[in-house]
């Protein structure tokens, strides 16, 4: 049996041996979500052609808002078939967190495998007000500031800190929008040059409407094994040989927007700079945040960026985090990449991310 | 109003989400059903059971429940209870039944109003039938049925209906 | 409680492309759809820091928390973004400051604090270490910069009742910088 790379934290080796999305898209218009999950359990599960009862804790991210109903990641458990009685738990966050508490709960001996999912259908109400709802409900909520003006309000503190440019907005988009061309999964793709998008209007001045995210409807799931269980599974893992995530104050008015402090911690506490990195999946709804993560985590030059278009090829809530794991597995899983770091987000502004680190080996 | 005044020790944050909310495929096969005054139920291809209504999958085994069954307007009561609570807008007046009723051939039941029937006589067992709203009423949902009655038929045995309460 | 929606309805711009999204894509295929409102009435215990820093605002003041470090928190916070320990007093911040970000809205959305074009602006008041986000109320956007001074515009106080938006708005203050 060969022996995974060596890891930071954790008593146990855990690797992505799976991942799976359904189609992104701007509204289903068929299936809830339940009718959305199903297929996409049996494309992960299929993949490494196991079934539901291989797998041993089950871990989702949702929000209830999103839907408008109470308990809807209850529901969603219908699509996995939780008999016999399952462990399970769920996040209400980006899935990226519920992966990360699966990862916890795989340093138990006995539990060898799990199944986290997220889902987002983000067509069914109004997104701006939703989500002003994740804001302080206080002194802040109570005002109904959109996301699109608040993180306009931090592609302005850059502008204004001489850290970029527009056209440095710009340039995040037609790179992402054209290297999503080459996945199929995305929902915004194009070949478009800086100078084209730069003649685009203002959406909330200074982010013009390139740099903006799509609205998604969404659902991903991956599949985690430890130790020789991944080598069972798959040919080559994805082992995750560091992940850590750090949280700021919620008040953006509380921090530099322009930098993405607990990015930088989760990046050195993950081992980032240990080695060279490949492929770097970073969750940026907006194009500026790219650049602030890009520079908190040090990529340097050479590092593949979000060669799946990233966030701003498809953007859906409370799944985004977790594709973005997915895809940098994926390139280590086929080959491509041999070293990979995985970023997702949560909160305004940047406010809590995740860093992962995933590895081949040899 | 100028006198001193408390402290402000409250807040209101009135929120009005408004959705567009999507019934899915299986809910909305069984909807429509509904609104036919019938009861559409799908069945799973590896325990066959029947869901009514289904969400499209089965819980148990996770996976697509395509196969519609038409179900009958005949059930039975598999637990129930009794209603002694008044509330704003009530229409029923107390006490009334609440039960939970297995469609024949279903293998999930569901809550449904026990009527034309004293409360004091409703019983697990009791066979019932849908009473369906007149015919320019049926819509889209549960609103449809108006209630479940007595068939006057012999009561089901529990054997019959002991795995489903 | 179900019916089928006609038409398509254009949804507000925070999308990356101009779309307009077919509300009866699935009825052909029978997915029937319902219009659904959720409200919540919620009424909220504020506490002490943000209880005292509503009746200041009530009362026609602004509040910060003395925090670590010399810093002052605003809006107030029961702890220390930075340290997590307990705040300190609440002292008199304000009323004027200075813009450390904005965005200017040509379209304000419902429930929004004004419903002519407006910026939303961070504002540094001026004893504070710490942006408070709220509304500037400016004629348009050539007018408003990073780094310009603006005060608070109170609402009279007959109609103040204690929450953010007794502030009407920040306003353009010439005032020449922190006094």
């Excluded at chain 1, 949702?62 to 109470?70: A, E, H, Q």
């Excluded at chain 1, 921090?255 to 911690?265: E, G, Y």
């Excluded at chain 3, 509300?23 to 820091?49: M, N």
């Amino acid at each position: 049996m060969p022996t995974p790379p060596s890891a930071r934290g954790g008593r146990r080796p855990v690797a992505v041996v799976s991942f799976a999305q359904a189609q992104n898209q701007r509204r289903e218009a068929h299936r809830n979500e339940v009718e959305t999950l199903m297929p996409v359990f049996a494309d992960v599960l299929g993949k490494v052609g196991i079934t539901k009862d291989d797998v041993d804790f089950i871990c989702s991210g949702s929000t209830d808002y999103l839907v408008g109903g109470p308990f809807s990641f209850v529901s969603a458990l219908d699509a996995i078939g939780v008999w016999p009685p399952r462990r399970e738990s769920h996040v209400e966050m980006d899935a990226a967190w519920a992966l990360y508490e699966a990862w916890v709960v795989l340093q138990e001996d006995g539990v060898d495998a799990a199944l986290v999912y997220g889902f987002g259908k983000s067509s069914l109400g109004d997104l701006s007000r939703i989500v002003a709802l994740q804001l302080d409900p206080y002194v802040m909520a109570p005002l109904w500031p959109d996301p699109v003006a608040l993180a306009a309000l931090q592609a302005r503190a850059l502008l204004d800190a001489g850290k970029a440019s527009e056209e440095d907005f710009a340039a995040v988009a037609a790179r992402c929008r054209r290297s999503a061309l080459d996945n199929p999964m995305a929902q915004v793709a194009y070949d478009r040059t800086v100078d084209e998008l730069m003649t685009e209007d203002y959406v909330v001045a200074p982010l013009r409407r390139h740099a903006l995210p799509p609205i998604t409807d969404g659902a991903a799931a991956i599949v985690l094994a430890a130790g020789d269980k991944a080598f069972e599974w798959a040919e080559r893992p994805a082992w995750i040989t560091g992940i850590d995530h750090r949280i700021e104050t919620h008040s953006p008015g509380g921090r530099d927007l322009t930098l993405s402090p607990s990015t930088a911690m989760a990046g050195r506490l993950a081992g980032v700079q240990d080695g060279r990195v490949d492929v770097a999946e970073l969750h940026a709804p907006f194009a500026h945040q790219e650049l602030i993560l890009a520079q908190a985590l040090d990529l340097g030059e050479g590092v593949s960026v979000n060669p799946s278009g990233g966030a701003l090829a498809a953007n859906a809530l409370m799944a985004g985090g977790l594709i973005r794991i997915g895809e940098a597995a994926s390139r280590i899983m086929d080959g491509r990449a041999d070293r990979a770091v995985a970023h997702a987000t949560s909160g305004p502004l940047l406010q809590q991310n995740l860093v992962a680190v995933l590895e081949g080996g040899r | 109003m100028a006198e001193a005044r408390e402290p402000v020790t409250t807040l209101d944050t009135p929120i009005r989400l408004e959705y567009l909310f999507s019934a899915g495929i299986a809910q909305s096969k069984n909807l429509r059903g509904l609104a036919e005054g019938r009861f559409v139920g799908q069945r799973c291809p590896v325990c066959s059971k029947v869901y009514v209504p289904s969400r499209g999958s089965c819980p148990v085994d996770g996976v697509p429940t395509d196969e519609e069954v038409a179900l009958g307007n005949t059930g039975t009561v598999t637990t129930f209870c009794v209603v002694n609570v008044p509330f704003a807008g009530q229409s029923i007046e107390i006490p009334y039944i609440v039960a939970q009723v297995l469609l024949d051939g279903a293998d999930i039941s569901f809550m449904g109003l026990i009527q034309e029937i004293p409360a004091d006589q409703v019983r697990m067992g009791l066979r019932v039938e849908a009473v369906w709203v007149e015919p320019d009423q049926l819509g889209p949902s549960m609103a449809s049925v108006k209630h479940f009655r007595p068939t006057g038929e012999p009561d089901a045995e529990y054997a019959s209906y002991k795995d489903y309460t | 409680m179900f019916y089928f929606l006609h038409g398509a309805r254009k949804v507000r711009g925070i999308d990356c492309e101009e779309v307009t999204v077919d509300q009866t894509a699935g009825a052909d295929e029978g997915v029937l759809t319902s219009a659904h409102v959720l409200e919540y009435p919620y009424s909220r215990s504020v506490g002490p820091v943000i209880g005292a820093f509503l009746t200041g605002l009530r009362d026609g003041r602004i509040l910060g928390a003395s925090g670590s470090n010399g810093s002052v928190v605003v809006p107030p916070t029961e702890y220390d973004p930075e340290t997590a320990e307990a705040t300190g007093e609440l002292v008199e911040v304000g009323p004027a400051g200075t813009v450390t970000s904005w965005a200017w809205i040509a379209d304000p959305a419902p429930g929004q604090p004004l419903d002519h074009p407006f910026a939303w602006v961070l504002v540094r008041l001026d004893g504070a270490t710490t942006s408070v986000l709220h509304v500037l109320d400016a004629p348009s956007p050539s007018e408003v910069r990073t780094g310009m001074r603006v005060r608070a515009d109170f609402l009279p106080a007959t109609e103040r009742v204690g929450r953010i938006q007794d502030i009407r708005a920040f306003v353009p203050a010439d005032d020449g910088g922190p006094g």
